[in-house]
Every structure is written in C-alpha cells, then in structure tokens.
C-alpha cells in the first residue's frame, strides 16, 4: 500500500488566497482526520470523517476553514481566504474502525501564507 | 474526558545511553495507548501500541508496558543512537473517539 498521499508537499500562497490541501487515505480505512501542527500549539485536530460523513469539526478554527470528503478515497481541506496566522504543517491521517488500529499519517503539507 | 500528560522535553542524551519518556493518561474506561516518532520533515508514524493492561509493545529496541494501575505508559531504550533523534508522541484511544496525542517530547541523542 502506498500509504496516505498527500498533496502538495509545500505550498506558498499569498495572504487573500484560496488554498486547497489534498488527501487520499489508505484503501479499507474507515476514519479520515485532519490535523494542523505548529510550534505554538502543537499537533491540533481540526475535523475528522466516519464512512465519508464528518463527525466531528469542533477544532476547525473558524468559518475560513472547510473540508469534505466526497469519496472514500479523497478529501479537501480548503482555506478561504488565507491568512499568514493559517502557516503551519497539515497533516492527513486515516485508521480503520476500532480503538485497537492505530493511525497512519501522510508526509503533511507545509503551509506558508505570506 | 480522555487526555495524555507526557513529560517535557526537550531530552538530550549521548549516544548509547538509556531512555526513559514518562506518559501518564486519563480514561474512562479501556483504552489503547500508543507511541509515535516524528522525524525532521515527516509525519508521525506508529512506533509500537499496547491494548490491554499488562501487555508490552516493542518495536526497534524500544519497548513501553500498559500499566493500569499506575496509568503510565512509558517510553524506554536500553542504548540509544543519533539516529532515533526525534519527536516521540504518546497517545491514546478509546472506543471510536479520536484519539488523543500528548504534547510531544523532542529527543535529541549526541554523538
């Protein structure tokens, strides 16, 4: 298995700019999250998928922030508009149903918003 | 609600010596725990897991024991190397919530 891809690995946009970040968990996987990792926070759960559907957003940061997952083996994570604050590493990471398996996470997607 | 407390780092040690990270958690009732290494650049992957009490996870020399009655997962090495200079990130699962990632603590081993 190819593991979680994610894309792009860097990204440099300017402060007004959409920003789409992609991800395509591993085959079989039933659970899909989205995390934001930083220095100053550390590694914060944004949203995260069951069977597609999102289960829990309460982390995404405010109404600039919006994700979906319109497949099995696709999701976005889109920022409109972006702001230098949203600079940090996102990370994708998918888990098959239960508490036992744990997660495989993607290479992320560094972030700069200048 | 579920959380995991790991000790800060940041750690630094010479090479081939001993490791200990301390993690103490929270739960309601049984949960998995877990430990993750992050490498400079890279995602957190899985280093080893444990999902009942008493078991021990090893994986690359490092091994931790699920302790219940002490609520402690602790990460060791018996000799360390440059190599495993990392982030290790001890965790927790319960159920199907999401699971829940201590603070991190940077290890850093020197030559």
């Known amino acids: 298995d190819a593991g979680v891809i994610q894309s792009p690995r860097h990204e440099v946009t300017e402060m007004g700019q959409e920003v789409t970040l992609r991800c395509k968990p591993i085959?079989?996987?039933?659970?899909l999250f989205w995390y934001r990792q930083t220095m100053m926070r550390g590694l914060e759960l944004l949203i995260y998928f069951n069977n597609n559907v999102p289960i829990d957003d309460s982390g995404m940061p405010e109404d600039r922030f919006s994700a979906k997952m319109p497949n099995a083996s696709f999701s976005t994570l889109k920022i409109q508009p972006s702001e230098p604050r949203d600079s940090a590493v996102y990370f994708c990471a998918s888990r098959r149903q239960g508490a036992n398996y744990g997660y495989t996470f993607g290479s992320g997607t560094r972030l700069t918003v200048v | 609600g579920n959380s995991v407390t790991q000790m800060e780092g940041p750690v630094t040690l010479s090479e081939e010596a001993f490791l200990t990270i301390n993690c103490t958690y929270t739960a309601t009732g049984y949960p998995s725990l877990f430990w993750y290494v992050q490498y400079p650049g890279e995602g957190l992957q899985l280093l080893l897991k444990a999902t009942k009490a008493d078991d021990k996870g090893s994986n690359k020399g490092f091994e931790a024991t699920y302790r219940k009655e002490t609520t402690s997962f602790h990460l060791e090495k018996g000799s360390v190397q440059v190599s495993d200079s990392a982030v290790y990130f001890c965790?927790?699962?319960?159920?199907?919530?999401?699971?829940?990632f201590g603070a991190g603590t940077r290890l850093t081993v020197k030559p």
């Open positions: 085959s079989g996987h039933d659970y």
């Open positions: 965790a927790l699962s319960e159920g199907n919530n999401d699971m829940r």
